[in-house]
């Protein structure tokens, strides 16, 4: 028997630094579909977002989560990277030494032993890297540079579109990919993200600002508020959050959708 | 303590050193009197108070002459054995030789000035370019128990000209060695050089060295020096930026395990205004090792406009390694810039998850981000071979396969 679900959450509670972040997350992403969580700061949306791809910092003290049939807080980051889970990081971190390139083919390979598939020695890489760049619309300028070291904030989030764009995740959780990008920059990734969905792909899209589901437009939206999930609707949902702000949908007595 | 090397100069000085010219055997009495003066260092001396060199003192060391291996001579350059360019470039030789790394400076420096013998000397002519790479590779031979060698090495870069040397150590991988060793190293005004010194000896191997360099008005020297061998490594560093507008780069990359115990005093003098120095060090400590670094920058009154800056970055693979950093900045003009900041902690564990979260499992990571610190490093090398070299051999010990190096 088949989950209807790819992703399904269910009451999903974490702290960290003992302190109670999400407190009671439900949530069911089916494939394909684009899930678009928003919510104050301070309202879990990031640890939701870290939680699910197994940041060590965070612990979770009870519910589940499922993905794929797995059970997901069973597995190391890793082995969730290569089941097809993909998270873009809000602070992408530097690296030294390492250039791009080399850590992205060292990620595909490590996906592809996974997968039972042989590795790409780098020119096959350079290929698959140039296939994808083009179908994105990107060149390849940094490439041989070290990873995030020294890049800008728009550079670094591209970089993080890149590889989901390379490492063809089932499942993508953008952790507020659009902070610190100014309306080209937001529009540059907003588009390549579109040019990546696809009906075997789903997407939970965290983000602050409503501005960004101007250009990915959601199927649903759900508002995070205080640790839970607070209500629920389609894309129209956060216009009106936009319109009305976030107290509007304040927690105490709302019904958990 | 001092009695046994002080023994080793008489029978060097009364046999087989005759044949120097008398200011080159005078040059060896002042060293011989000023170690007998002041003899080892001990650890209550501020600038040894890490790094216990008793060990060194106590061993009969046997003097030994070094094997030098140079490659082809590339045109525009000479390179010479000490003996050969004392009879050919004496005035070249005398002008210099002693006059950077000065005796009363460092115990050591006395001690291989006594010894003054042994050396090869690089010489580039003013204007002259010189394309290719110029490798030395310093030598103990096998089959002298103890051996005590005192390799010194010139370098002198005339105006305007250009070139690259790779100097490289290396001992028996097995015995018991010291290797005492100074360069010195001239860049009159304009000239650039591209220095890379690779330090590889064995894991009983005693290894001090003093780099002085000395630098005029708008000349460039990229310094690089790289330490993956010895039981103990003592290395000093002296940088004088002696001209107008003189430029400095500064590498260092210590990778150690097991014992060893790596020690860099470096010190950056900006003498004269507008010139710039960036310091980077990076020092990768696992098992029981230990590192420490000394960096000191010193800005003379007058030398306005100075930029200088200093990174030291110690990573430690083990519960029990340790590293010890310490940046002292003596500026005594006012309108300059000083930066210097240093780290010493294990892998980061941010970068470790997001490595991890793109599929990457954990022996992979670690390996990568320990391999990067080091590349950080090594991708300052701007001489093709030196860096493809190096980069093997701190893979290989590092244990990381197939690194592709960025692109050259």
Known sequence: MTDPFLLEIKDLHATVEGKEILRGVSLQVRTGEVHAVMGPNGSGKSTLAQVLAGHPAYKVTGGSVRYDGKDLLELEPEARAREGMFLAFQYPVAIRGITNSYFLRSAVNAIRKHKGEPELDPLDFLQVLEDKLKAIGWDDSFMNRAVNEGFSGGEKKRNEILQLAVLEPRLAILDETDSGLDIDALKTVAQAVNMLRSPLRSFVVVTHYQRLLNYIVPDYVHVLAEGRIVKSGGKELALTLEEKGYDWVKPEGAAVS | ?408
């Open chain 2, 1 to 408: 303590m001092t009695a046994h090397f002080v023994g080793q100069y008489e029978a060097f000085a009364g046999n087989g050193a005759a044949g120097a010219p008398p200011w080159v055997r005078e040059l060896r009495a002042r060293g011989i009197a000023r170690f007998t003066e002041v003899g080892f260092p001990s650890t209550r001396s501020e600038q040894w108070r890490f790094t216990n060199v008793q060990p060194i003192a106590e061993i009969a060391f046997q003097r030994q002459m070094v094997r030098w291996e140079t490659g082809p001579t590339p045109t525009g350059a000479t390179v010479l054995p000490l003996s050969q360019a004392l009879q050919r470039q004496p005035d070249l030789v005398r002008a210099h030789i002693g006059r950077y790394a000065l005796l009363e400076e460092n115990p050591f420096t006395a001690l291989a000035t006594a010894f003054l013998a042994d050396g090869a000397v690089v010489h580039v002519r003013a204007g002259a370019v010189v394309e290719e790479p110029i490798h030395l590779t310093c030598r103990i031979p096998p089959g002298t128990a103890r051996p005590m060698a005192h390799p010194r090495l010139l370098i002198v870069v005339e105006r305007g000209a250009q070139v690259k040397v790779v100097e490289a150590y290396e001992a028996a991988p097995a015995g018991l060695s010291l290797t005492n060793a100074v360069t010195e190293v001239v860049l009159e005004d304009g000239a650039q050089l591209e220095l890379c010194r690779e330090q590889r000896e064995g894991e009983r191997s005693y290894h001090i060295a003093t780099t002085q360099s000395h630098q005029g008005r708008d000349s460039r020297l990229v310094f690089t020096t790289v330490a993956l061998g010895g039981a103990l490594v003592r290395h000093d560093i002296n940088a004088v930026l002696d001209g107008t507008g003189a430029y400095l780069i500064l590498n260092g990359l210590s990778v150690l395990r097991g014992h060893q115990h790596v020690d860099h005093h470096t010190t950056i003098v900006h003498a004269k205004p507008h010139g710039e120095s960036h310091e980077y060090f990076n020092g990768v400590f696992d098992g029981e090792s230990r590192g420490v670094f000394n960096g000191r920058i010193i800005v003379r009154p007058g030398a306005q406009r100075t930029d200088s800056k200093q990174t030291n970055n110690n990573l430690l693979l083990s519960d029990v390694a340790r590293a010890d950093s310490q940046p002292q900045l003596e500026i005594y003009a006012d309108d300059v810039k000083c930066t210097h900041g240093s780290t010493v902690g294990p892998l980061d564990e941010t970068a470790l998850f997001y490595l991890k979260s793109r599929g990457i499992g954990a022996m992979e990571a670690r390996g990568l981000l320990t391999y990067g610190f080091g590349a950080d490093i090594l991708d300052r090398v701007a001489i093709p071979g030196a860096r493809a070299r190096l980069d093997r051999q701190i893979r290989h010990r590092l244990g990381v396969p197939d690194v592709e190096t960025s692109a050259a």
